[in-house]
Every structure is written in C-alpha cells, then in structure tokens.
C-alpha cells in the first residue's frame, strides 16, 4: 500500500509537471500605449474660481506638472506650499496645474488651501482631462508626473509629497 501511495504522488507531480508544460503560452501583456495628444492636446475646463482653463492657458512649454491631489489628505495639504513655492521658482520653464478629486464636494476648503496659488486647479474628473488622471493614478495621494509636450512622463510617479522629491524631479526633468 506504501508503494502505491507513493507511486500514486509521483506520478501526479509528474502529470502535472507535463501538463503545465503543454499548456498554451500566456499571452504577454500589451504595455500601456502612452497617452497621446498631451499639450498640446485640446481641453477646456473651469478651475476652483470659475474661471475657463484651457490648454492655451498654460502656456507654451515644454514641460508641465501634474498634481493630483484632495482636500481630505494631509500630505497634500502638507505639500501645497512647498509645491506653490516651486511653481513660482520653476513657472517659467514649467506648467503646472494641479487635479482636484473633491472638486466638487470641497470648492470653498480648496480655495483657501491655494488661495495664492501660481498654478490652475482643476476637476480631476472632467471628461476632458481623463488623459491626465490615467497619468496620475496610483492609488496614492498626492501623486505627481511630469510630462513633456508630448505627453511622455519624464522620470516615474511621484507618490507623496515632499518639497525635496519634487524638487528634484523638476530639476531632473530640466536637465539641472
């Protein structure tokens, strides 16, 4: 009866060892594309004081910051003067806007938080800036990319914030 039993599981490992083996490849899979139409590409929006922002607004650049961001997460409101701060150091070379995710739930908190703000904040969830958020999702907040004109991400994601981290990922992206 031993013998049975242990011819019984090698024969099952062997089975299964040839069984995985004949089975079909997994398919690889499909790297994501990247987005393309990316500044220049086409939106028009309002940001958090009703103003029009639209893809002119934010200047011809060759590099621009996108922020994700929401009024309940403290490392993002953590960060927002430091990343106001480098918005005013780096806003000539650079874009910035910032995606709000309780846009519409929290207006009146965001605008205090970026009352002085150099940089537009907008709906993250307006249809037209979907191009955006696909960037930005990460499961994380804040989470940041910077894209080029063409709407490649320049270096990786940057989950969190941090004054120094972006700093750095800006001068990175410049080439400083």
């Known amino acids: 009866m031993k013998n049975f039993v242990k011819k019984s599981i090698v024969a099952i490992i062997l ?3 040839i069984l995985s083996a004949c089975t079909r490849p997994t398919e690889p899979e499909i790297a994501p594309q990247p ?3 990316l500044f220049p590409f086409t939106f028009s929006t309002e940001d958090l004081r009703g ?8 200047g011809e650049k060759d590099l621009f910051f996108v922020y994700f961001w929401t009024t309940w997460c ?4 953590n960060s927002m003067p430091s ?3 480098l918005a005013d150091e780096f806003g000539d070379d650079i874009g910035f806007i910032t995606l709000l995710g309780d846009f519409d739930i929290a207006r009146d908190t965001a605008l205090r938080i970026t009352e002085d703000a150099p940089f537009y904040t907008v709906n993250a969830y307006d ?3 979907q191009p955006l958020m696909q960037l930005v999702q990460s499961g994380f907040l804040p989470t940041s990319v910077i894209i080029d004109a063409n709407g490649n991400v320049i270096g990786e994601q940057i989950v969190g914030g941090g004054a120094a981290r972006l700093r750095t990922a800006i001068e990175d992206a ?3």
């Open 15 to 17: 089975l299964t060892i």
């Open 35 to 37: 987005v393309q139409g």
């Open 51 to 58: 103003n029009t922002v639209s893809d002119a607004s934010l």
């Open 74 to 77: 403290p490392a993002c409101i």
């Open 83 to 85: 990343l106001m701060d």
């Open 127 to 129: 249809d037209d800036l």
């Open 174 to 176: 410049l080439g400083r």
